[in-house]
């Protein structure tokens, strides 16, 4: 007869579809995710964790891309740094990739409607980054983060994304072909979410978070000084100890945020791509 335990895998998978790491934490620091998620379907009064099929949905999911776990090899072991909030797994394409890609990962980040000269910038720290070796990583949105992934792809080094949603589609849309020539450049593309799960504001915070916690360093092209994906990645690196390096701010009120951060001693200003290449060595 086959066996009816349900593997880590499709475990973690089934708990990360219903639950944020930061819910579960306490319990799976006692308990075996197979233990975690039996528990949890017996005490939801709805029902609704009692009707889903853990080993069937990983199947399904996993024709699009791999559910990567903490004790496989590939796992980023940088992603404990996350404490409580550490992923209870990564949705990944290109998952073989991703030891070599996070050794040297370098996050270049800001503003969705970015100036002119943000996205000059973009281009050029992507670039020499690209060129020295390190791992050009960022989401596919508008703005500074997709000048530098086509910046590092026209250098013919692989890179990494981080999207805030499931990998069966980009985000945003029309970035379906950046999405796609990632992986097939020897990159990988990552996320928290499932296939199937769209973008929302709580998707964008995470995935925010985890583009810190992934990279050795993040360079913050420029940034607008609210509640945003770029800036809450800043301080998610800040506070995570990861070198936080910023882009002269320009006169334009869509660099608040490098002034703040570097008034408050968060940052390190970096005037040029050879200047940040330094703080990285």
Same mark, same amino acid.
């Given at each position: 007869?086959?066996?009816? *335990?349900?593997?880590?895998?499709?475990?973690?998978?089934?708990? @990360?579809?219903?639950?944020?790491?930061?819910?579960?934490?306490?319990?799976?620091?006692?308990?075996?995710?197979?233990?975690?998620?039996?528990?949890?379907?017996?005490?939801?009064?709805?029902?609704?964790?009692?009707? +889903?099929?853990?080993?069937?949905?990983?199947?399904? *999911?996993? =024709?699009?891309?791999?559910?990567?776990?903490?004790?496989?090899?590939?796992?980023?072991?940088?992603?404990?740094?996350?404490?409580?909030?550490?992923?209870?797994?990564?949705?990944?394409?290109?998952?073989?990739? =991703?030891?070599?890609?996070?050794?040297?990962?370098?996050?270049?980040?800001?503003?969705?409607?970015?100036?002119?000269?943000?996205?000059?910038?973009?281009?050029?720290?992507?670039?020499?980054?690209?060129?020295?070796?390190?791992?050009?990583?960022?989401?596919?949105? +508008?703005?500074?983060?997709?000048?530098?992934?086509?910046?590092?792809?026209?250098?013919?080094?692989?890179?990494?994304?981080?999207?805030?949603?499931?990998?069966?589609?980009?985000?945003?849309?029309?970035?379906?072909?950046?999405?796609?020539?990632?992986?097939?450049?020897?990159?990988?593309?990552?996320?928290?979410?499932?296939?199937?799960?769209?973008?929302?504001?709580?998707? =964008?915070?995470?995935? @925010?978070?985890?583009?810190?916690?992934?990279?050795?360093?993040?360079?913050?092209?420029?940034? =607008?000084? +609210?509640?945003?994906?770029?800036?809450?990645?800043?301080?998610?690196?800040?506070?995570?100890?990861?070198?936080?390096?910023?882009?002269?701010?320009?006169?334009?009120?869509?660099?608040?945020?490098?002034?703040?951060?570097?008034?408050?001693?968060?940052?390190?200003?970096?005037?040029?791509?050879?200047?940040?290449? @330094?703080?990285?060595?």
């Amino acid at each position: 007869m086959p066996s009816t *335990a349900l593997s880590e895998r499709a475990a973690r998978a089934a708990l @990360a579809t219903h639950f944020t790491p930061h819910q579960v934490a306490v319990r799976l620091a006692h308990h075996s995710p197979e233990d975690v998620w039996q528990y949890s379907v017996r005490h939801d009064a709805s029902g609704r964790l009692a009707e +889903y099929m853990p080993r069937e949905e990983l199947a399904n *999911a996993q =024709l699009t891309c791999q559910f990567v776990i903490p004790s496989d090899d590939v796992w980023p072991a940088a992603l404990a740094d996350l404490g409580a909030d550490c992923p209870l797994g990564l949705w990944v394409r290109g998952h073989e990739q =991703l030891p070599r890609l996070t050794a040297r990962a370098v996050a270049v980040t800001g503003n969705r409607a970015a100036t002119v000269q943000a996205l000059a910038r973009a281009q050029t720290f992507a670039t020499a980054l690209a060129a020295a070796g390190h791992t050009v990583t960022a989401t596919l949105a +508008y703005g500074v983060d997709a000048a530098a992934q086509r910046a590092a792809a026209q250098t013919g080094q692989a890179a990494l994304a981080v999207l805030p949603r499931g990998l069966d589609r980009a985000h945003p849309h029309d970035h379906a072909q950046l999405l796609s020539c990632i992986p097939a450049g020897g990159g990988a593309v990552v996320s928290l979410f499932r296939p199937g799960t769209p973008a929302s504001g709580a998707t =964008l915070q995470a995935s @925010a978070a985890l583009l810190a916690a992934l990279v050795r360093a993040v360079v913050l092209i420029e940034a =607008l000084n +609210y509640a945003q994906a770029a800036m809450h990645t800043a301080e998610v690196a800040a506070d995570l100890h990861r070198p936080l390096l910023v882009t002269p701010p320009t006169d334009d009120v869509r660099a608040d945020g490098n002034v703040r951060l570097l008034a408050e001693q968060r940052a390190v200003l970096v005037p040029d791509p050879a200047h940040a290449l @330094a703080a990285l060595r």
